[in-house]
Nanobody, 126 residues
Framework: QVQLVESGGGLVQAGGSPRPSCVAP????????MGWFRQAPGKEREFVAA????????SYADSVKGRFIISRDNAKNTVPLQMNGLKPEDTAVYYC???????????????????WGQGTQVTVSS
């Protein structure tokens, strides 16, 4: 079992740049592909960004491409999501997810992920 804990959300003004992060306490993330997903009120959970083990192949949803940056620090077991240029439509609960994989691949499909955090709320005020 892998526990994932998100932090760093909150209330942010439009145009702000929060940096929520995901940590796997006491557990190495190096064999796991990682992803961030979000769920806005009344909407289905959707893909935001994902990254492979080595961190050299990130992938982004079109809605955040050019504004968000996913990275990872395997030594610290953390996966931050740098958000820039936030818009009110970015308001959602943001979830971190992990998928064990023997391959250094990036996964963007939500159903392929094995472990999920509890989420961190990001609210963007206009």
């Amino acid at each position: 079992q892998v526990q994932l804990v998100e932090s760093g959300g909150g209330l942010v003004q439009a145009g702000g740049s929060p940096r929520p992060s995901c940590v796997a306490p006491g557990r190495t993330c190096s064999s796991f592909a990682m992803g961030w997903f979000r769920q806005a009120p009344g909407k289905e959970r959707e893909f935001v960004a994902a990254i492979n083990w080595s961190g050299d192949s990130p992938s982004y949803a079109d809605s955040v491409k050019g504004r968000f940056i996913i990275s990872r620090d395997n030594a610290k077991n953390t996966v931050p999501l740098q958000m820039n240029g936030l818009k009110p439509e970015d308001t959602a609960v943001y979830y971190c997810a992990a998928k064990y994989t023997p391959y250094d691949w990036t996964f963007t499909f939500m159903k392929t992920y094995d472990y999920w955090g509890q989420g961190t709320q990001v609210t963007v005020s206009s």
